[in-house]
């Protein structure tokens, strides 16, 4: 009986035993699965990062009927830049189709320089018909790209009637030159107190003495979010809606006025607009080194106020992809002759001597 009694006391041991080891193997094994699995996540999202750090990251917004003229952004860096460029589109859904496929075809046409991908147009729910129609229909998404592109560490941010006339690493780079407490590089409205919108009719606080043009910025997004950005626009929009005419801009500037130390300040030929003009030269910098972004702010691009502007644009516009780029030079020069007098039409060798050098270098014959 005590033999029984101990035989069963033995079996019970050795069983609880096997039972102990078989959990203990299973979470083990368990373990070592979790620990590749983290493993994988973190080394495919390191891989992501490193993809777009390896190339120029550009981004713009666009909604409604405005898709031909943000083609011709892409167009226009596509003509003047080798650089590989990841453009990242935020737009609505009724353009992501036809962004799909004219991009697709590109991407092909070029041998994957252009890479780009689509993002749906985002807006916190508190307020959110409120910053739709802030300014030009969903043109506020700027002001959250940084927590919408976490995995995004520096881009050049444009409006969609802007043209490159040079290649976009030149800008790209200025990213360089940024000291320890700038976040992102802008230009101002105007150098002219007697021609500026901000000195002479702003009534909410803006950035030095000219105000700051958003139409193009180069952005130090993990700057950004270490920064707050996102934190401050919707307090500054409830507070000063009444007195923004100029929308998402202006809330940059009221943030900026408040930071002065954030921005790096770039030369108007960065952002160059009809106001550097039309009222005679007031962009020495474009001038003597040639205008490298075209902005058709006020849509100039598309009407006849200023005929020089919608000759540049034309030429690029009529531009098809994967043809001969030197065509289009030949296209500015002769819309550029047949324009209308204006102020900004004796710009003409402004406007040409960036796109000119660029085409002559990135497309040179080779000698026989």
């Given at each position: 009986?005590?033999?029984l009694?101990l035989?069963?006391?033995?079996l019970?041991?050795?069983?609880?035993?096997?039972?102990?080891?078989?959990?203990f193997?299973?979470?083990?094994?368990?373990?070592?699965?979790?620990?590749?699995y983290t493993?994988?996540?973190?080394t495919?999202s390191?891989?992501?990062?490193?993809?777009?750090?390896?190339?120029?990251?550009?981004?713009f917004?666009?909604?409604?009927?405005r898709?031909?003229?943000?083609?011709?952004v892409?167009?226009s860096?596509?003509l003047?830049t080798?650089?590989p460029?990841?453009f990242?589109i935020?737009t609505d859904?009724?353009?992501?189709?036809?962004?799909?496929n004219?991009?697709?075809?590109w991407?092909?046409?070029?041998?994957?320089?252009?890479?780009?991908e689509?993002?749906l147009?985002?807006?916190?729910?508190a307020?959110?018909?409120?910053?739709?129609?802030?300014?030009?229909?969903?043109?506020?998404q700027?002001?959250?790209i940084?927590t919408?592109?976490?995995?995004?560490?520096?881009?050049?941010?444009?409006d969609?009637?802007t043209?490159?006339?040079?290649?976009v690493?030149?800008?790209?780079?200025?990213?360089?030159?940024?000291?320890?407490?700038q976040?992102?590089?802008?230009?101002?409205?105007?150098?002219?107190?007697?021609?500026?919108w901000?000195?002479?009719?702003?009534?909410h606080?803006?950035?030095?003495?000219?105000g700051?043009?958003s139409?193009?910025m180069?952005?130090?997004?993990?700057?950004m979010?270490?920064?707050?950005?996102?934190?401050?626009?919707?307090?500054?929009?409830?507070?000063?809606?009444?007195?923004?005419p100029?929308?998402?801009q202006?809330?940059?500037?009221?943030i900026?006025?408040?930071?002065?130390?954030?921005?790096?300040?770039?030369?108007?030929r960065?952002?160059?607009?009809?106001d550097?003009?039309?009222?005679?030269?007031?962009c020495?910098?474009?001038t003597?080194?040639?205008?490298?972004?075209?902005?058709?702010?006020?849509?100039i691009?598309?009407?006849?106020?200023?005929?020089?502007?919608k000759?540049m644009?034309?030429?690029?516009n009529?531009?098809?992809?994967?043809?001969?780029?030197?065509?289009v030079l030949?296209?500015?020069e002769k819309?550029?002759?047949e324009?209308?007098?204006s102020?900004?039409?004796?710009?003409?060798e402004?406007?040409l001597k960036?796109?000119?050098?660029t085409?002559?270098?990135l497309?040179a014959?080779?000698?026989?």
């Amino acid at each position: 009986m005590r033999w029984l009694t101990l035989r069963k006391v033995i079996l019970l041991l050795c069983f609880s035993f096997f039972v102990i080891y078989f959990i203990f193997c299973t979470r083990k094994i368990n373990s070592n699965n979790i620990k590749d699995y983290t493993n994988t996540r973190n080394t495919d999202s390191i891989a992501n990062s490193n993809h777009l750090t390896e190339r120029i990251v550009l981004t713009f917004v666009v909604c409604e009927s405005r898709f031909t003229e943000s083609l011709n952004v892409i167009k226009s860096v596509l003509l003047f830049t080798k650089t590989p460029v990841h453009f990242i589109i935020f737009t609505d859904d009724n353009l992501i189709d036809s962004f799909n496929n004219t991009l697709s075809k590109w991407k092909y046409l070029t041998t994957n320089q252009l890479d780009f991908e689509l993002q749906l147009i985002t807006f916190p729910e508190a307020h959110k018909e409120e910053w739709m129609n802030l300014f030009s229909k969903c043109a506020a998404q700027r002001l959250f790209i940084p927590t919408l592109l976490p995995h995004v560490d520096t881009m050049i941010y444009v409006d969609i009637d802007t043209l490159f006339l040079g290649p976009v690493d030149e800008l790209w780079n200025v990213s360089k030159h940024f000291n320890s407490s700038q976040i992102l590089a802008m230009a101002h409205e105007d150098e002219n107190p007697n021609v500026s919108w901000y000195s002479r009719f702003a009534k909410h606080p803006f950035y030095g003495k000219y105000g700051l043009n958003s139409g193009v910025m180069l952005m130090n997004l993990t700057r950004m979010r270490d920064f707050g950005w996102v934190e401050y626009v919707t307090p500054i929009m409830l507070k000063w809606k009444l007195y923004i005419p100029w929308g998402d801009q202006d809330i940059i500037n009221i943030i900026l006025h408040y930071h002065e130390r954030a921005v790096y300040v770039l030369s108007c030929r960065y952002n160059y607009r009809s106001d550097q003009c039309m009222y005679g030269d007031a962009c020495s910098d474009a001038t003597e080194r040639g205008v490298f972004v075209l902005h058709g702010s006020r849509k100039i691009f598309n009407n006849d106020k200023q005929p020089a502007f919608k000759a540049m644009y034309r030429a690029i516009n009529e531009y098809e992809i994967g043809t001969d780029p030197t065509k289009v030079l030949v296209n500015m020069e002769k819309y550029l002759t047949e324009a209308s007098p204006s102020n900004c039409g004796t710009m003409k060798e402004a406007f040409l001597k960036v796109p000119v050098e660029t085409i002559q270098s990135l497309y040179a014959k080779p000698n026989r």
